[in-house]
């Protein structure tokens, strides 16, 4: 017997599970998961492979920069901010071919196909797209990467093992018990999720679900890193804090190394990332020499980009990596957004913290409207939405070299929101393929 939209959006709320799968957090439910036309499904699952090649290449740039094989101001750059010791383990011989085993990418529908505005390296989401994948599948829905695809992947990268998160990440440690369970059920593991408190009998295989800059807060972390430099444990991803930083986008599009990337990628896909990583500048406050300027704006100062008009501000700023302000929507910065003062301050704050905390600048590529429908629950009812789209596909690489695409979790904003991220009035739906 059909069920009607509402009828589905009710039985996937009395789904969830009663733990939660975010703590003290919710989002409104779709009866439906959001279609993807044949041809952005094709990219989608392309995707993978040429993200896994670029974290690749970033890894084996860092690491010829640091062996001065490449330019050394390379290394020099991505470690600014870094403890040494962070630093040295991440130059070792154990941690030297690792790149992390979870790719996803925080993408952003636009009217042209999709652009990345970050890889996110340690992202969440992965229970609460699990879930919503096993839940839509079940209710007949034929959603990418199947019914246990997100199962599936995450189980491919470690037999067994423990998920260690922090107190900051403890948010999101609902989804991550959800999933060890689930996995568990399944007769895998066994996974365990442990708190960063432990000091003491870990399993060899762990999935680092904490951020490198929050290790001061970390009471294991000096066991974790002395076992991975001693060989005993692996962790995933890697405490590789240079792989974690936005400043890739930036030296991605810079001339002098461009026959690297084409090299190390191959001209098909670097031509393809081309069209999918926005254009990003490196906010550094040398000055140029006076015959000079900066490629893509055709400016020659950066205090020339503080003083754009609102109208040609269409330029993203974000603090690049290890900072408490690097994930989520902190220390994101839309131009077009601020007056100019609050502009022309953000800027000014980038430029000064450079030596310790560098910035890039991005392209903003503006999101398309979408229409899609939510569950009303106080009158059971479907209400429309228009909203923009930020899409999150999750990509696992069982041996770092294989690519298995788990599903994608599409988040649907209100179309008041220019900055797209989980919240209350977002739905949060899998994606399907377009019929």
Not at 8 to 20: E, F, K, S
């Amino acid at each position: 017997m059909n069920r009607s939209p509402a009828e589905r959006a009710a039985g996937i709320a009395a789904a969830i599970p009663g733990g939660g799968l975010f703590h003290e957090k919710s989002w409104r439910i779709s009866p439906d998961p959001l279609p993807l036309d044949p041809h952005l499904q094709k990219r989608l699952e392309k995707l993978g492979r040429q993200l896994a090649d670029f974290v690749t290449a970033c890894a084996q740039l860092y690491r010829m920069s640091a062996d001065e094989r490449q330019p050394p101001w390379i290394a020099d750059l991505l470690d600014r901010g870094k403890p040494d010791s962070l630093i040295a383990l991440q130059r070792g011989k154990p941690l030297a071919n690792e790149i992390p085993r979870v790719i996803r990418p925080d993408l952003v529908l636009t009217d042209s196909g999709f652009a990345i505005a970050e890889l996110d390296s340690v992202p969440g989401g992965i229970g609460l797209t699990a879930w919503l994948g096993e839940t839509y599948a079940h209710a007949g829905a034929g959603v990418l990467g199947g019914a246990t695809g997100m199962l599936d992947g995450f189980a491919s990268i470690f037999p067994a093992g423990d998920i260690a998160v922090s107190e900051e990440a403890s948010t999101y440690r609902p989804e991550m018990e959800w999933l060890a369970g689930r996995l568990n059920a399944r007769g895998g593991g066994p996974w365990r999720v442990v708190d960063t408190s432990r000091r003491n009998d870990w399993s060899q295989r762990i999935y680092r679900f904490f951020e490198l800059f929050d290790l001061p807060n970390i009471a294991c972390a000096d066991q974790l890193m002395m076992g991975v430099a001693g060989g005993t444990l692996s962790v995933t991803p890697p405490f590789k804090p240079a792989l974690e930083e936005k400043l890739w986008f930036a030296l991605f599009w810079l001339r002098p190394l461009q026959s690297f990337w084409i090299r190390a990628l191959g001209d098909k896909t670097y031509r393809a990332l081309q069209e999918v990583i926005p254009y990003s500048w490196l906010l550094d406050p040398q000055p140029l020499p006076p015959h000079a300027a900066l490629p893509g704006l055709e400016i020659h100062a950066w205090e020339e980009v503080a003083a754009f008009s609102q109208k040609h501000r269409d330029l993203i700023l974000k603090v690049s990596g290890f900072s408490e302000n690097a994930w989520g929507s902190r220390g994101v910065v839309l131009g077009s957004d601020l007056p100019s003062t609050a502009w022309e301050a953000a800027i000014r704050k980038a430029l000064d913290s450079w030596t310790s905390s560098p910035h890039i600048l991005q392209r903003y590529h503006h999101p398309r409207l979408v229409s899609h429908t939510y569950w009303d629950p106080s009158e059971n009812t479907i209400r429309p939405m228009r909203g923009r789209v930020r899409l999150c596909p999750y990509y696992f690489l069982p041996n770092g070299k294989d690519v298995h695409f788990g599903g994608a979790l599409a988040t649907i904003c209100p179309d008041d929101k220019k900055l797209l991220h989980g919240m209350t009035d977002a739905i949060l739906v899998p994606v399907c393929a377009q019929a």
